[in-house]
Every structure is written in C-alpha cells, then in structure tokens.
C-alpha cells in the first residue's frame, strides 16, 4: 500500500494552460503538505493545510491554490501556468503532534514542465 | 526568514570511511531537526530525528544537536556506495510546517 500518492507522475503542458496535482495519504494523518523542489534540488514548503487551517508560503503566487475535499486528500491547482513553474511537486503529510517528531512523509513527486 | 544551510558539496568519501554532513539554522526557536536522504528522481525519506541536545545513533547513522550554536550534523559510519545521495537537513519550526536546507550530495567511491 502506497502511503502517500500523488498523480500523475509527470505532466507537461502549455504556457497558459490550468492544471491539476491530486494527492491521497491513507495514513490517517492531520496535515498535508504541498513542496516545491526545483532544479537546484532545493526543496520548498508552498502550503501547509490541517482541517483547522491553511498556512500559505507568502512567496507563493495566487496562481497557486490547494483544494482538500476531506482529511485525505490535498489537490494542488494551478493557474496560468508559467515556465518558471517547472519543477517536481512533492505532497506530504505528517501527524499534527506539535513540534515533536513531526516525520513528513513524502508521495512520489510530480515532474511538472511547462513549455 | 528562517533558513536552514547546508553545503551543497559534492562530499566525496571512500567506501568504508566515515561521512560527516553538517546543518546550521537560523530559528532559535526550532523545536526538532531531521535528515532525509533523497536518491536522484526519487522523494525524500527520513533518516532519523532528533530533538535533544547531543548524540542520538540509530544503526551506521548518528545525528548530532548542537542548540547552542544551531548546529545539527549526520555521521555515517562504514559509509556504502549505496549511501551515494542528497542528504536534507529539514527544522520543524512554529506552524508544524519542515524548512529543508538545499542538501549536501554525498558520493561514496568504492
């Protein structure tokens, strides 16, 4: 059983274009993350969701939104799609247990290119 | 802004000898620190944590804290070829959310 899973693996689209990354945890975890990594490897947090909050990344364009229609499920929409969008999006998610031992546990990535 | 540095290497060890990967952070306020190793193309999976000051050992791996000097490290012992990957430091800071470091990639020559 794929703890975290995400899809598709990999998408290529158009400048322009709107697009959709699902992802799914049977985990039974609180939160749900989405992450940026781009070509450098540098992994960034976009967006952070429980069913209390949403803790957006301030240096996330509004082209970017997360959709959770129940505690499993983290969707990643994005609008507009730019070239500078390109990258692997990784889902994760983790038990909300406070600062301790918050293991984020990560999908398989989704190699977006934006052409 | 909290940031957590790593160098980016690459560490290049040979097979048998010890790897030492090393972390500083900005927030003084970091709660629990983790390493994760990220094999290219595919996603991190965590290592260990540690959230103590000082050693915690775990098998060929030991992470060191240092909250002090905001200095958290990873020792490989007996370092593999099959160690040969990025490894990220990542800081749980106030929001329960992981600021990763950019990683330091590790390649252990046989």
């Known amino acids: 059983d794929t703890a975290v899973s995400q899809t598709p693996k990999y998408l290529v689209t158009q400048m322009g274009n709107d697009k959709s990354i699902k992802c799914e945890q049977n985990l039974g975890h609180d939160t749900m993350y989405w992450y940026k990594q781009d070509s450098k490897k540098f992994l960034k947090i976009m967006f952070s969701?429980?069913?209390?909050?949403?803790?957006i990344n301030e240096t996330v364009p509004n082209r970017f939104s997360p959709k959770s229609p129940d505690k499993a499920h983290l969707n990643l929409h994005i609008n507009s799609l730019e070239l500078g969008d390109s990258a692997v999006y990784f889902c994760?998610?983790?038990?909300?247990?406070?600062?301790?031992?918050?293991?984020?546990?990560f999908g398989q990535g989704t190699r977006l290119t934006v052409v | 802004q909290k940031e957590v540095e790593q160098n980016s290497g690459p560490l290049s060890v040979p097979e048998g000898a010890i790897a030492s990967l090393n972390c500083t952070y900005s927030?003084?306020?970091?709660?629990?620190f983790f390493w994760y190793r990220q094999y290219s193309g595919k996603s991190p999976e965590l290592i260990m944590f540690i959230y103590s000051n000082g050693d915690k050992e775990d098998g060929r791996f030991t992470a060191q804290l240092n909250k002090a000097s905001q200095y958290v490290s990873l020792l490989i012992r007996d370092s593999q070829p099959s160690d040969s990957a990025t490894y990220l430091c990542?800081?749980?800071?106030?929001?329960?959310?992981?600021?990763f470091g950019g990683g330091t990639r590790l390649m252990v020559k046989p």
């Open positions: 994760a998610s983790s038990q909300d247990g406070g600062n301790m031992n918050t293991e984020a546990f």
């Open positions: 969701y429980n069913n209390k909050e949403l803790i």
């Open positions: 927030d003084r306020g970091s709660q629990s």
């Open positions: 990542a800081v749980n800071n106030a929001g329960n959310m992981l600021t």
